[in-house]
């Protein structure tokens, strides 16, 4: 059977749902990474595994999810998840664990922190401005 599955491809759809840009991967992946690295990177057909694992920490994705992500289970998320609610079928001679919802709430979760510290954070501006004043 013909291989489907492709790694980089994984990488930027993942990536790319994230919001996130080839420079930030980059740099949370260290400082001999770049742009133009990541973007040869998402042309690859297969990763090294060590690889795949750091992309998989910086992420928040498991790395299942670049190994067994294929175009046909891509196109069924898609069909299944904007379609007019019906549940599609498909063969799952490669069972897939589907992290989105996680990743997605963990992102959230991430986001409401940020903002509850820039919150924080303008609150003090607020008393030192004040502290200064007086």
């Not at 990474?33 to 920490?57: C, R, T, Y």
Request: without cysteine.
């Amino acid at each position: 059977m013909e291989q489907k599955i492709h790694q980089g491809r994984n990488v930027k759809r993942f990536r790319e749902m994230l919001n996130i840009k080839q420079e930030a991967l980059a740099y949370d992946l260290g400082e001999d990474w770049n742009q133009k690295k990541i973007s040869m990177l998402e042309q690859k057909d297969v990763i090294e595994d060590n690889l795949l694992k750091q992309i998989s920490a910086v992420l928040k994705i498991p790395v299942e999810a670049f190994q067994n992500f294929d175009e046909e289970q891509a196109v069924n998320v898609i069909a299944n998840t904007f379609g007019n609610n019906g549940i599609g079928y498909q063969r799952n001679d490669n069972p897939v664990f589907n992290p989105i919802e996680e990743v997605l709430k963990m992102h959230e979760e991430k986001i409401a922190l940020y903002e509850r510290m820039l919150k924080e954070k303008d609150e003090m501006m607020v008393m030192l401005q004040n502290l200064i004043n007086k």
